[in-house]
Structure formats: C-alpha cells, structure tokens
C-alpha cells in the first residue's frame, strides 16, 4: 500500500514557475513508477509525466515538453515536478499517482493503483 500527498500548488502569473512535490509513504517507494496528470474544471484528466522507478527515465506529454522536469529522491519518497513558464491554461488539479515499475509506459491513468489527493495550480494571465 502506498499513500501519496502533493503539495507545492498556488497561484503564479503566466510565465511563472512551481514545483510540485509528491510525497509517499509505504513500503518499496523505489519499486515504483510516478506519474502526474491534472484535471481542469470540465475536462477528462490528461497524462504530464512520468519517471520510472530509478529516476533515469522520464516521458512527458508533448504540451508540457521542454517546459516542465520530473525527478525523484528516493532516499525522501518524494517525486518533484518543476513546471516553467506556466499558461492559464493549465490551470487544473495536478495529481500524482504510483505504479509498481515493470518498465511500461504508463501514460494511461488507467494503470495506476495509487493516488493523491491533487494540489490545485492557478495561473493567471
């Protein structure tokens, strides 16, 4: 069982920065690959990033590419996404979420088994 927390959510203008943090708890964190998505108000939740289990692979979605970095510290269970240049239209819910790593590509939420509670980013133009 794995529990999940982010925090790091705000308010920033349009070209602003945040880092969002996912803390874990439970047994094996390093066994397993972190994915975020987010969710805007009246939307389907849509794939940002995912890293793999040792943080040396990360895959994003192509709007967000170049803009935002995944990284992890497995020592402190804790999952980063640093996310720049920010639009209004990202404003949304950001969740993190936890699979056990069999090296896939987890970009669907459907294969995920663990999820946080979501920090809600704003970005105002």
């Known amino acids: 069982q794995v529990q999940l927390v982010e925090s790091g959510g705000g308010l920033v203008q349009a070209g602003g920065s945040l880092r969002l943090s996912c803390v874990a708890s439970?047994?094996?964190?390093?066994?397993?690959?972190v994915g975020w998505f987010r969710q805007a108000s009246g939307k389907e939740r849509e794939f940002v990033g995912v890293?793999?289990?040792?943080?040396?692979?990360?895959d994003y979605a192509d709007s967000v590419k170049g803009r935002f970095t995944i990284s992890r510290d497995n020592d402190k269970n804790t999952v980063y996404l640093q996310m720049n240049n920010l639009k209004p239209d990202e404003t949304a819910v950001y969740y993190c979420?936890?699979?056990?790593?069999?090296?896939?590509?987890?970009?669907?939420?459907?294969?995920?088994?663990?999820w946080g509670q979501g920090t809600q980013v704003t970005v105002s133009s």
């Open positions: 979420a936890a699979v056990i790593d069999y090296s896939g590509s987890y970009v669907q939420d459907r294969y995920y088994d663990y």
């Open positions: 439970g047994r094996a964190f390093s066994s397993y690959a």
């Open positions: 890293i793999n289990w040792s943080g040396s692979r990360t």
